[in-house]
């Protein structure tokens, strides 16, 4: 039986896929992979498998139905999460055929229910025994949490159906309510990754439970370096180990005290910046997107600070995530920040700093030497205000 909790690809499905050394390995007849499916209830129609290949590219694999049969084929650099859905073209928040699995290079065999993913039954990946052995653990959890979970759920349809501002505020008020209350569950289901991680250290499930944690960014018993560090060196080389030895470097480069790296990036007009080129000033990146409404949100608290400070020597450089530039321009206009700089994330970005593939809104503030002086992902007592008054005000 798999039953596992769909808020992991979710997360999956909105990050940067990280280029590894993956690129330069060659196919082998050990890295094919076939997954062999049947499906009750519909012997028609199409479905869908998505994964990262040998290469660390995303592949979406649409096949059709043969009287309720399918069968998948690829090549891949060891165990792999991956996708399985229905027809449907968007996942909401309670999919039913929608399941995570995890495949490996072999053979393996999978048997699915129409309008039930989520109990499939699958065999042929030892990573995948492993995914449901935690996910059994993790559910006796959720059962004690089941009343939560149902308002949760209620909350965030109210919000779906809300036709009015007041209604929205109501049942977002609501959902806040709900997630408090599952603040134990959390902590209990925590508890529980812990000790498989530390029980298991050459599994690669190991790996992928350390990496949600390490991208979030958000203080956890997860995001250990201890943990990390006490897996086997196959498991720390595995795709998920080097993305978080990936993350846990640009933390440390992006540690306040540490020199800010420099880059150039494109800015709205097609002009290029270069973050040396304001070195004297103190420059706020702010890292955002034009679909994310937290960010949107915090622009007129940005707006207000860069006046207040921007005599004393203040930049703000926004940096978009957004892959739609039309879409990110016509949010720059609609906020009416066109006189910060405003440039798209690149690839140089990207292998630097870790806001991009952390939770946005995130910021670094640059001092006038090029050194970072706060951080929104690091843990510090100090607020972004803060430390702006005592640089800018305090100091002079």
């Given amino acids: ?3 596992i909790n769909k808020k992991f690809v979710l997360i999956v499905l909105g990050l940067v896929i990280f280029h590894t050394c993956l690129s330069q390995k060659q196919y082998t007849s050990e890295d094919n992979f076939v997954l062999n499916g049947t499906i009750e209830g519909r012997d028609t ?14 592949i979406i694999d649409t096949t059709n139905l043969q ?7 690829g090549k891949i650099g060891g165990p792999t999460r991956a996708i399985i859905k229905g027809y449907r073209k968007i996942i909401d928040f309670n999919e039913v055929n929608f399941v995570n699995v995890y495949i490996e290079p072999g053979v393996q065999n999978i048997e699915l229910i129409e309008n039930d993913y989520e109990h499939a039954k699958m065999n042929g990946s030892v990573t995948q025994l492993e995914w449901e052995t935690l996910a059994r653990h993790n559910d006796s959890i959720k059962a004690k949490y089941e009343n939560e979970f149902r308002q949760l759920l ?35 289901v925590t508890l529980e990754n812990v000790s498989f991680v530390k029980q298991h250290s050459d599994s690669y499930l190991s790996a992928y439970i350390l990496l949600t944690p390490f991208l979030n960014g958000f ?18 080389n595995s795709p998920d180990g080097l993305r978080i030895i990936d993350i846990i470097r640009k933390k440390k480069q992006n540690t306040v005290g540490n020199i800010a790296h420099n880059f150039k990036a494109k800015d709205v007009n097609g002009n290029e910046i270069i973050l040396l080129n304001l070195r ?16 949107r949100a915090e622009i007129p608290h940005l707006k207000k600070l860069y006046d207040q400070y921007h005599p004393n020597g203040l930049e703000i450089l926004t ?13 720059i206009q609609k906020e009416k920040i066109e006189h910060w700089y405003n440039v798209s994330c690149n690839k140089d970005i ?12 995130s910021g670094i503030l640059i001092g006038r030497d090029g050194k970072v002086v706060w951080n929104s992902n690091a843990s510090q007592s100090n607020t972004l205000e803060q430390v702006l008054k005592k640089e800018l005000i305090d100091k002079n």
């Fill in 1 to 3: 039986m798999i039953s």
């Fill in 45 to 58: 129609g199409y479905i869908i498998l998505r994964y990262t290949d040998i290469m660390g590219k995303w």
């Fill in 67 to 73: 009287n309720g049969k399918f069968q998948y084929t």
């Fill in 154 to 188: 209620k909350a965030k349809y109210e919000y779906k159906d809300a036709k009015t501002e007041e209604e929205k505020k109501v049942a977002l008020e609501n959902e806040k309510k709900a997630i408090e209350r599952l603040i134990p569950y959390n902590k209990e």
């Fill in 219 to 236: 203080p956890s018993e997860l995001a250990d370096e201890t943990l990390f560090h006490n897996l086997t060196p196959r498991i720390k």
């Fill in 280 to 295: 004297g000033k103190y420059v706020l990146l702010d890292f955002w997107a034009s679909w994310c409404g937290p960010c």
């Fill in 319 to 331: 940096i978009s995530i957004d892959k739609d530039s039309i879409a990110w321009r016509k949010a």
């Fill in 350 to 361: 990207e292998a630097n700093y870790e806001n991009p593939v952390s939770p946005i809104p």
